[in-house]
């Protein structure tokens, strides 16, 4: 028998038989599947077949907290046609198959023993041994089939082992959300067999793998069934689940409830819903090997196409911006070990939260009351507890966060901080008066932000004793939901500053851009021409319905009249004027809005809006809007002319903000957008959207509207210059 050799595994046999198999890709930090990787599997394997010392197998990782991530995504990425990705997965599947036979055929149980990330090829491949032991980690371990968020669908036989051992509808809401579970619901759901502590996990998987050797095979072996499945079945809800899944008539309503729901959420946009949907489909009723297929086919046309390259250039996007500084210089980020925030209000309380869930950092909450400083500290133990509530953390961490936490109404305790992130009041003189005190008490090593959303930060840094140290961290809400921080720096800014704001970013758990200090930043320019344009729509007797429907229809959660709704209708008139104020006619706000705040309609809030609300409860569109509107919503437009003109006008602005330099790249201006306005993922961004429809067909729409709607329309010149030189944004 040819002897071993491995870059990528750790291989070892012991005297009882038991061949321990751990996964180590070289070079590596986190296992992946590529080529490397695959190649020593099926050396292993092929060995383990041959081997008749081999009695049974332990399958795990040498890793510390991974078993298995996945396909390597820079391998898929790579795949250029159908034709290469199908033959890719015709070797995984027959990997897999292999394993699967080493029990089913060889007599040879294979025992995964997981710890960490098991997902994707991960989870396929642990699908695929007879049993699968997990550590209890609940922080470390998670199990699931991730691949739907970057438009594709498991192929390794992940659409069809997956059901046959936690049952359809168990196997479909993972795979059709991607979502992972964690050890404790993994056991309960069936997906794993047991869990037991980290340090027992190979001890435990090699009592078991001889356990089976000695019990010989299971009656069902081979079908796919395993002790957890027939444990968890013994529970009446699964009894009750079973009958439904066993017989032709439930399951045809099972699939189309999901199908049904899945529709409802996707809109059609992400074609990797419907696919995974089929391919579980033809398994349960053709069988296995039309299923097996299935996937395949499905796969490979997916992993080549628009979505899926946008969701992982989506990806690489956020795995690159996890190492980037945000400077261009070598300036290094200095460490914050003590914070302060100023004021405990919506943003203050979310931002000290952060700061002690997911720093970890001591924070000071300094407020005007000790009223302030308790809803301050309110609403960092509700934030807490409900990840208590949610089993994230343990009471004893929970106690443990919430001692980091400490309230002043003086500036005590602020000669060591090293970061004051203010939060007060959205107003000029109170937050130069906020960076008068904090440099009275503070050191030069003290950064001061600000949370302002819409007051240029040199404004604020004017007369300041170190302006050097004052940047903008402009957060959104709520802060422990919002994953984007927009970091702005004005002229005077220091790099250490923006890379200490930068990095303490990260550590609160955000995806950073920095951007410069020009009115609305990044985020909230991008979103105000296509806030007006609202405006306009409706000036020109477009309904709300038709113009929230058509934005959900190309892939918002939520239509721009709903979003103002819920930010405020006042908020919105308010930064239309600061806008305005900054650019003139081209981003000047119809008057409606005016005339709605005149009419007491702030939106949710107030529970007078665009929408009608019974007791916080949204209902239907509020006729009599249209009456303070002055217009009559008979205008009937084309939903891609709804979509066409709302969303370019945000595209254009983008385009703009890379123009003049306010955007460090499209990278970020893509990533901007999706985390800080919900921009449809599945395109991208606005730069990929553009690369992906053609630079020329944004400038010629834009200048047919321009034509017809006016200037504000006029495409930025950077697209031109893309559009003229056949240029891509993202490459
Ligand atoms: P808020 O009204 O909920 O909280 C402001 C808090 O500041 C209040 O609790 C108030 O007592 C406190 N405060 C006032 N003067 C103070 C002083 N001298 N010292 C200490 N505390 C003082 O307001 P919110 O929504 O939290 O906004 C705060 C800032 O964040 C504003 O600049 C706002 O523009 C900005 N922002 C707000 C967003 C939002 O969605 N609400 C989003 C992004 C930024």
Redesign the pocket.
């Known amino acids: 028998m040819a002897k071993l050799k491995l870059d990528n595994i750790k291989f070892d046999l012991d005297a009882d038989g038991v061949a321990t198999v751990l996964l180590d890709r070289k070079g590596e930090e986190f296992n992946s599947l590529g080529p490397e990787l695959r190649d020593d599997l099926v050396a292993v394997i092929e060995h383990l077949e041959t081997n008749d010392d081999v009695k049974a197998v332990v399958l795990g990782s040498a890793k510390k907290d991974n078993f298995l991530s996945g396909a390597d995504i820079r391998w898929l990425r790579k795949l250029k046609d159908a034709d290469t990705a199908a033959e890719m997965l015709r070797t995984a599947q027959d990997g897999f198959m292999r394993i699967e036979k080493l029990t089913t055929e060889h007599g040879k149980p294979v025992v995964a023993a997981i710890h960490g990330a098991c997902l994707g090829g991960g989870n396929e491949l642990a699908l695929a041994c007879s049993m699968r032991i997990a550590s209890n980690d609940e922080k470390k371990t998670q199990l699931g089939q991730p691949e739907i968020k970057l438009g594709v669908i498991p192929a390794a036989g992940g659409t069809q082992r997956l059901p046959r051992l936690v049952g359809i509808a168990a196997a479909l809401d993972l795979i059709l959300t991607g979502r992972s579970v964690r050890p404790r619901k993994a056991l309960r759901m069936g997906l794993i067999d047991e869990a037991c502590p980290k340090e027992a996990l190979f001890e435990v998987a090699r009592k078991r793998a001889l356990e089976a050797v000695h019990a010989g095979p299971e009656p069902d072996s081979g079908s796919g069934k395993t002790i957890g499945r027939i444990r968890n079945f013994l529970a009446p809800a699964h009894l009750q689940q079973l009958a439904l899944e066993e017989n032709p008539v439930g399951r045809r309503v099972l699939f189309s409830k999901a199908e049904e729901a899945m529709l409802a959420e996707t809109k059609g946009n992400y074609p990797a819903a419907p696919a995974a949907l089929r391919a579980v489909k033809t398994g349960v009723e053709e069988g296995p090997a039309a299923g097996y297929a299935a996937e395949i086919d499905e796969f490979k046309e997916l992993v080549v196409g628009p979505e899926a390259k946008a969701l992982m250039s989506m990806f690489f996007a956020t795995q690159d911006m996890k190492k980037d500084t945000g400077v261009e210089s070598d300036a290094l980020p200095r460490n914050v070990a003590k914070t302060a925030v100023?004021?405990?209000?919506?943003?203050?309380?979310g931002i000290a939260t952060v700061n002690t869930t997911q720093a970890g950092v001591p924070t000071r909450i300094?407020?005007?009351?000790e009223a302030?400083v308790g809803?301050?500290f309110a609403y960092v133990s509700k934030a807490i507890n409900k990840q208590v509530k949610r089993r994230r953390i343990k009471p004893r961490e929970a106690a443990k966060m919430m001692h980091l936490v400490t309230g002043t109404t003086d500036w005590s305790g602020f000669g060591n901080v090293d970061l004051v992130i203010?939060?007060?009041?959205?107003d000029l003189d109170?937050?130069r008066?906020?960076v008068a005190q904090v440099e009275a008490v503070t050191s030069d090593e003290t950064v001061f932000a600000?949370?302002?959303?819409?007051?240029p930060i040199r404004l604020i840094a004017e007369g300041a004793k170190r302006p050097e140290n004052i940047i903008g961290m402009?957060?959104?809400?709520p802060v422990e939901r919002m994953p984007l921080l927009e970091i702005i720096v004005t002229d005077q800014t220091a790099d250490w500053v923006t890379a200490t704001a930068v990095a303490f970013g990260k550590r609160q758990g955000k995806t950073v851009i920095v951007v410069k200090d020009e009115p609305g930043f990044y985020v909230n320019r991008a979103l105000s021409p296509y806030m007006n344009e609202i405006g306009w729509l409706l000036e020109e007797g477009v309904s709300i319905e038709d113009i929230d429907a058509a934005m959900v229809d190309w892939g918002f959660p939520v239509g721009p009249i709903r979003l103002i709704d819920e930010?405020g209708i006042d908020?919105a008139a308010k930064v239309g004027k600061v806008m305005t104020g900054a650019f003139g006619d081209r981003l000047a706000a119809p008057a409606g809005f005016d005339k709605l705040v005149g009419d007491d309609r702030m939106g949710r809030k107030n529970g007078r809006g665009f929408y009608l609300y019974e007791e916080g409860e949204r209902k239907g569109v509020d006729p009599s809007v249209y009456e303070v509107l002055g217009v009559t919503p008979e205008t009937k437009l084309a939903r891609t002319e709804i979509q066409d003109r709302l969303g370019l006008q945000m595209v254009n602005e983008a385009a703009r903000c890379l123009e003049e330099g306010i955007l460090r790249s499209a990278r970020d201006g893509d990533i901007g957008a999706i985390f800080g306005i919900a921009f449809p993922p599945f395109l991208g961004g606005p730069f990929s959207y553009v690369d992906r429809i053609g630079a020329g067909v944004v400038v010629d729409k834009l200048s047919r509207f321009a034509e017809t709607h006016g200037d504000r329309y006029q495409p930025a010149k950077i697209l031109t210059k893309h559009a003229k030189k056949n240029k891509l944004f993202r490459g």
């Open positions: 100023l004021g405990g209000g919506l943003m203050g309380g300094k407020e005007v009351d302030g809803r301050g203010e939060a007060v009041f959205e109170l937050k008066e906020m600000t949370n302002t959303s819409s007051i402009h957060y959104f809400s930010l908020v």
